[in-house]
């Protein structure tokens, strides 16, 4: 069984910098893409960032390219998400997800997601 656990949201300035972590468990990290989606307040879960299994190649969101960036830690079993110059609409709860991810941007494409964590960006 495929364990998902976010960690690292928290309220923030706009401006600011936050990385979140997602922390896998059960082999998910070493057999599944891995990815990043969001969900507002009144509005759907939305994609926000993928990297792939082999060769860690990444796929961003237009909302969040140049200002977010997914990394992967096979070493600590985790993938992070280090967010730059963060706005208010970036704020929402911050999911990862595992699975095959095609296509990346569908919520449908993965199998196993965590519980989320909150990211506010409020002065």
């Known amino acids: 069984q495929e364990e998902l656990v976010e960690s690292g949201g928290r309220l923030v300035r706009p401006g600011d910098s936050l990385t979140l972590s997602c922390a896998a468990s059960?082999?998910?990290?070493?057999?599944?893409?891995m990815a990043w989606f969001r969900q507002a307040p009144g509005k759907e879960r939305e994609f926000v960032g993928s990297?792939?299994?082999?060769?860690?190649?990444?796929l961003y969101a237009d909302s969040v390219k140049g200002r977010f960036t997914i990394q992967r830690d096979d070493e600590q079993k985790a993938i992070h998400l280090l967010m730059n110059s963060l706005k208010p609409e970036d704020t929402a709860i911050y999911s990862c997800?595992?699975?095959?991810?095609?296509?990346?941007?569908?919520?449908?494409?993965?199998?196993?997601w965590g519980q989320g964590t909150q990211v506010t960006v409020s002065s």
């Open positions: 997800a595992a699975g095959q991810g095609v296509p990346a941007t569908a919520p449908a494409s993965w199998t196993y």
């Open positions: 059960g082999g998910a990290l070493s057999t599944s893409a």
């Open positions: 990297i792939t299994r082999i060769g860690s190649f990444t």
